[in-house]
């Protein structure tokens, strides 16, 4: 996969990520906080409180984990894909860091909370992620 390609694909990404956010972000919108709800009943598996009006606290963690989640689609789309694009490797790898002390946290917070089925969707978010960082066309590896 060519670098303009994997740089694309970070932009799809991002754009996923920046949807994602949008729709967690609309918890505290009780009228509107369906997709919300959803995302969240789907996180601990299986769907069974769809139903259930969603507390003052969780309205208030789902809007600061989209507020961060809608910070990193920025940082991938504006910063990691033209990373990638360029071949700047200090960014590529500092974006995998960044990433992995994500996935870590958020991890470890999930199963000590028994909610272990989010780490399942946390990783393919980190594959998504990872793909274009990791992968490496034939023009990077002849050496100049």
Known sequence: MSRSTRSKFMLL????????AVLWGIAPYESINFPSRLILDSLDWPIDNLSTPLDKNTMLLSAIGAGLLGAIAVFLGGIVAPAIKEGNKTIMHTA???MLVWYVIDGAGSIATGVASNV????????????PLLWKDKEEDTPA
């Open 96 to 98: 995998i860091s960044a």
């Open 120 to 131: 399942v969707f946390n990783s393919v978010y980190l594959a998504l992620i990872l793909t």
């Open 13 to 20: 990404i991002s754009g996923i990520f920046a949807f994602y």
